[in-house]
């Protein structure tokens, strides 16, 4: 249990758990936002989906980026591009709008998991890493137990507009739990990002 006294773990480990739960919630309820919005069934698959197109074209870049930049202020930003997503859906009226902020939400997500990840290669020690992830990956199962109950319990009594607010609250709760995290950086190499396949 040494490594729920590392604050930093603790944290990174919340901030994982609340990512997932922020994302599970919009996994149950777009598809409903989207059908009382009008929404054909093929429209709401894409609707669903169209996250993925901007986390998998960032996903070749965020690895590189988080290396090379300070991986917690990029964690940071990242979960300020998810606020604002969630913050768009909340004010969205038409599938039009929706698609536009599920794609800035992939543009966030792209990062965030690559930047938890890495930060919690540098909180814990090697011999406590494999014991960490295994951790890590219970948060992130947990949210999956909670999440959609959550987000459809919170839309039943305070609609989705306010849901997706609440979301955005979490997110930038997130953003300062985030900048909390101190991890020491090796000395800059100055060498250049370099992207490939």
Known sequence: MDLF???NFLKISILSFISAIGQLMLNTLLPRYAHDLGASSTLIGFVVSSFTISAFLLKSISGPMVDHFHKVKILAISFAVVSLAFFGYSQSTSITQIIIF???HGSGMAFTAVATLSILTDIV???KLMQAVAYYGTFQALAGVVGPSIGLSLSSLLG???TFLIGMLTMIVSIFMT???KVDYPKKTHQK???SL
């Open 5 to 7: 006294k590392n604050s």
């Open 102 to 104: 599920r794609l800035i």
């Open 125 to 127: 020690s090697k011999d």
């Open 179 to 181: 900048l909390s995290i």
């Open 160 to 162: 989705y507009s306010n």
């Open 193 to 195: 990002m370099k992207i």
